[in-house]
T-cell receptor, first 114, second 113 residues
């Protein structure tokens, strides 16, 4: 597709369950970012990849959160033992080059933990 | 750490009114500054940017000037349209330091005909 694609668009799960959120970036974009946006807040940085490797994962809140990008394209954000506080919109973005500040965002995956 | 503070919304304006959304920042280095916009049902997209002091970014009739002396990057538009209704986010990044974008909380703008 032409833009960043995220699936699922909505996910409702129960506390304690495992969740995977997928991001398909714009073709050819080497940098990929994950952000989290809670209600009434701006996007909060989680992790970014340059190619296959995580260049900066300092925003991951704890070890229940993990992200991979095994082939340098699609990325999966994995959340173990979900908690109600994990409820948010998870945003993925990609950019052609690192550090231009011009990110192309997907529409996000809304996660609700009951 | 680096941070961005922007005016709280929502902001409601009539069509053709003048818009200002205030944004100030705190940064240890010399960041680049950005405005992103999120239209209803769409992902965030870059509206404009400025990479050094006194630079003016502009796009779609919107402007913002990087003011180092006041650490500000206020967004302005002379005459808003209903189609400008969206959430606007101010952001900064130290591009030389490989730091990711840091966003403000966003300001919701509603323009009524």
């Amino acid at each position: 597709g032409a833009g960043v694609s995220q699936t699922p668009s909505n996910k409702v799960t129960e506390k304690g369950k495992y969740v995977e959120l997928r991001c398909d970036p714009i073709s050819g974009h080497t940098a990929l970012y994950w952000y989290r946006q809670s209600l009434g807040q701006g996007p909060e940085f989680l992790i970014y990849f340059q190619g296959t490797g995580a260049a900066d994962d300092s925003g991951l809140p704890n070890d229940r959160f993990f992200a991979v990008r095994p082939e340098g394209s699609v990325s999966t954000l994995k959340i173990q033992r979900t908690e109600r506080g994990d409820s948010a919109v998870y945003l993925c973005a990609s950019s052609e080059l690192l550090n231009t500040g011009e990110l192309f965002f997907g529409e996000g995956s809304r996660l609700t933990v009951l | 750490g680096d941070s961005v503070t922007q005016m709280e919304g929502p902001v409601t304006l009539s069509e053709e009114a003048f818009l200002t959304i205030n944004c100030t920042y705190t940064a240890t280095g010399y960041p680049s500054l950005f405005w992103y916009v999120q239209y209803p049902g769409e992902g965030l997209q870059l509206l404009l940017k400025a990479t050094k002091a006194d630079d003016k970014g502009s796009n779609k009739g919107f402007e913002a000037t990087y003011r180092k002396e006041t650490t500000s990057f206020h967004l302005e538009k002379g005459s808003v349209q209903v189609s400008d209704s969206a959430v606007y986010f101010c952001a900064l990044s130290d591009l030389t330091g490989n730091t990711p974008l840091v966003f403000g909380k966003g300001t919701r703008l509603s323009v009524i005909a």
